[in-house]
């Protein structure tokens, strides 16, 4: 779950009033059977460390596997993965093979690895499995272990009933997906083992329910595609000389302005399928301004007003165009010289349909100084590929809402920010983020201290992911 899209919910939850359909969420009661059985495996999960510095993936994914063997998978249906470089960023792919020699598998995608915790501004340990009123908290408890958990709880439950699916199920667990510079599983798997990962189409994060923070839930959303994560160098360089004499041609100025100029462009505005669905519905159901903007505005791109309105909002500016910000800068060598070299980044948030080399030309041209070089920070990632509005996908995940999430709408969303379905999407797979749990409008501490998730959540989540499992494999 990205923070990008936590934003975004929270920012259609704000605006909805008393009056918004919506679903009172009712405590849990005890446990069944089967839902002790999936906290065994969760609360294991979450309890080993796999951050990137000190814990082990590898690890998580052998005690994943080892309950898989246990209910029945074989090891020709298991396969641990990881590169001796990067030994204990390993994972796990599992296979539960399906009737049907048409239907093309589907894959169940969740990354193993988390954020880093520290333990000393936690209030709990953040690697041990809490329950604290109404809520499970721990590093990774909702990004992405729930979703991991769930995964291969369904596959477990799956097993156990002895019916095989019409669809093959791959289910791949990967690490990497939260450290930039790490090596990621999910990229390996499409890059060196499409084999492993191969399917119509995958099922991952991003999606997932919002409260109004007062016990209500307000909605449901479904990722349909997201944009495309670059960061450039910027670079200027200088022959420098004594401060004391200084020169009009002057690095750190010359960074200066082209920062000034990036700062002060705006992309245009622009919508695709999900966006201009997300508009309309979204917009439909708020209750302000903004909300009455939305409508227009996907009805109609060239209404300057409401794009006025519309862009008021942070998390609603971004979604509507590609957008780049200055992150970082570095430059000069010693307080009485002339600064030889100055560089920075700029992070570019890229709206589907453009390519990094594209938003490379228009940096360029909007700097309009070619002392100033420009290189990419990685040029190994593929394009985001938007997956359509899959009427066959989108169907089943609505009807299974009324009954999960009863008067609860689902939206389509396109984040604003990245997951591993970069990868997938990229290798041809189309890839959706699922509604699921659900989290407060303020993020309930993901990526932050003291990362919760509401238990009611936990639970309904579940059962509404394996029912969806269970449709879509038989379709």
Known sequence: MKTSLIALAAAFVAATSPATAQMKIEPMGPLRADQTQFLSLYKELVETDTSVNGGSCTKAASQIAARMRAAGFTDAELTPFSVPEHPEDGGLVATLEGTSKTLKPMLLLAHIDVVAAKRA???????????????????GIVDDKYMASVWADTLIRMKATGKRPQRTIKMALTCGEETDTAFNGAQYLTSQR???VGAAFALNEGGGGRTDGNGNLVVQTVQVGEKVYQDYKLTATNPGGHSSQPVPQNAIYDMARAL?????HEFPAEFNDTTRAFFAKAGAIRQDEA???MVALSKNLGDTAALAVVDRDKALHSMLRTTCVATMIEGGH???????????NVNCRIFPGHT?????????????NDKISIAYGRDDKPLAVNPPMNPAIIGPIETLAKKYFPGVPVVPTMSTGATDGV???GAGIPTYGVPSAWANPDGNGT????ERIEIAGVYRGRDFLYDLVQALSSK
Not at 121 to 130: A, C, G, L, Q, V
Not at 334 to 342: G, M, W
Not at 356 to 368: N, Y
Not at 447 to 450: F, V
Request: aromatic share 12%.
């Open 356 to 368: 990094p080399e594209e938003i490379k030309g228009e940096l360029a041209r909007v700097i309009g």
């Open 334 to 344: 010693a307080v009485n010289a002339l600064p030889q070299k100055v560089t920075a």
């Open 291 to 293: 909300g009455k903007a």
């Open 194 to 196: 499409k084999d492993l």
């Open 121 to 139: 501004d936690w209030e709990r340990d953040p690697f041990k499995f809490i329950e604290e009123d109404g809520y499970y908290y721990a590093r």
């Open 447 to 450: 990526h932050g201290l003291n």
């Open 423 to 425: 990868y997938t999407g």
């Open 260 to 264: 000034d100029a990036v700062a002060k």
